[in-house]
């Protein structure tokens, strides 16, 4: 089973950047299919990327419309970790991020569907300032 820790959030202006990283322990993440997620006050939880995993996985990719060209997605297969590179982020970016994890892989449509996943980490907290 796989723990999974998210860090790297903060305090930021409109139009600058952050990484989170999303740690894993118990288990090879590279497995695993990765999604992040996030939640602002009041609002539901949306998916923001995921990266497909497993076996013979082509690292699939799907990302939320308002962030495309902006966020991107990578693992780090030695360091059992993925990272979601947040760039020229804007207000509505505040949220809590979660990452979380399911084995094997999962197919684009769903890459971004919480239903999908079955591990989360407890997530980091995004602030950006206009």
């Known amino acids: 089973q796989v723990q999974l820790v998210e860090s790297g959030g903060g305090s930021v202006q409109a139009g600058g950047s952050l990484r989170l990283s999303c740690a894993a322990s118990?288990?090879?993440?590279?497995?695993?299919?990765v999604g992040w997620f996030r939640q602002a006050p009041g609002k539901e939880r949306e998916g923001v990327s995921g990266?497909?995993?497993?076996?013979?996985?082509?690292?699939?990719?799907d990302y939320l419309d308002s962030v495309k060209g902006r966020f991107a997605i990578s693992r780090d297969n030695g360091k059992n970790m993925v990272y979601l590179h947040m760039n020229n982020v804007k207000p509505e970016d505040t949220a809590i991020y979660y990452c979380?994890?399911?084995?094997?892989?999962?197919?684009?449509?769903?890459?971004?569907?919480?239903?999908?996943?079955?591990?989360w980490g407890r997530g980091t907290q995004v602030t950006v300032s206009s």
């Open positions: 979380a994890a399911r084995l094997g892989p999962v197919p684009r449509i769903a890459l971004r569907a919480a239903t999908s996943y079955d591990y």
């Open positions: 118990g288990d090879t993440l590279e497995d695993y299919t």
């Open positions: 990266i497909s995993g497993g076996v013979n996985r082509r690292d699939t990719i």
